[in-house]
């Protein structure tokens, strides 16, 4: 069989797997799996940022403790706790796809966690003053005022986190999830014989799609960016 006949007969469940006769897998799996694991991960990286920033030492320091170990700590590790150690709490066997979807919002969540707090302590100084002195509790002025400003400003962040995350899903491969890794190594013990080319693809395949994540985000970085030298324009002072 010729590279090209591999190509031609492989092609489709190289990018979805054994869909719609069986479960989605390849590339299609890659993506669905990655977005769903950011997209799970939002609100509890928001939350965990928020009590990173908190004036209350009893809920800052426990959650610092926690995204620090976390952080600390492979993936594939975290993988491990999810696919061996809950069941033995639970008593119920997760699935490959529910066992890696979890692990990657405990993987998202802290490191979202750290970009709100970058996003909020990156804003002026002057903008915390000014919630606080208009009376604001310091939830609401996170509310209100810092948060609208800090989630625009780590937009950049956000799609940086989302081609890391796309780059996680490999490890999938671990626990036998038909993520893309997964397929392209099933397809290689099928020929045998175009181990290189078959790799290549894969790491092609990773390539485009992160390379062109990559750069919108820093088209973002770019777009968002305040322009250097301006500052905003204060209300002309009234005359007594």
Not at 99 to 118: S, W
Request: charged share 10%; glycine share 8%; proline share 6%.
């Amino acid at each position: 069989m010729s590279f090209a006949e591999v190509v031609d007969t492989y092609w489709l469940y190289f990018l979805v797997g054994q869909y719609p006769q069986g479960p989605l897998g390849g590339l299609a799996l890659t993506i669905v799996l990655a977005s769903l694991g950011l997209l799970l991960a939002l609100p509890a990286g928001l939350a965990l940022g928020l009590a990173r920033l908190s004036p209350w030492a009893a809920l800052r320091w426990p959650v610092t403790g926690l995204i620090h170990l976390v952080r600390a700590v492979p993936l594939l590790l975290v993988i491990f706790w999810v696919y061996f150690f809950l069941p033995s709490i639970t008593g119920v066997k997760t699935s490959q796809f529910s066992t890696m979807l979890m692990a990657l919002v405990v993987y998202d969540a802290v490191y979202l966690a750290e970009i709100v707090r970058a996003g909020v302590q990156g804003l002026p100084r002057v903008q915390v003053e000014g919630a606080r002195s208009l009376g604001l509790s310091w939830l609401a002025a996170m509310r209100l005022v810092l948060l609208p400003q800090a989630l625009r400003n780590m937009l950049p962040s956000l799609v940086s986190q989302f081609v890391a995350t796309i780059k996680a899903t490999s490890l999938g491969y671990i626990i036998g999830l038909s993520e893309l890794a997964f397929v392209t190594t099933q397809v290689n013990t099928q020929v045998f014989i175009y181990p290189t080319q078959l790799y290549l693809i894969l790491g092609l395949s990773y390539f485009v799609l992160c390379f062109s994540l990559t750069r919108v985000a820093f088209w973002l970085e770019r777009r968002l960016a305040p322009v250097s030298g301006q500052h905003p324009k204060l209300p002309a002072r009234q005359p007594a």
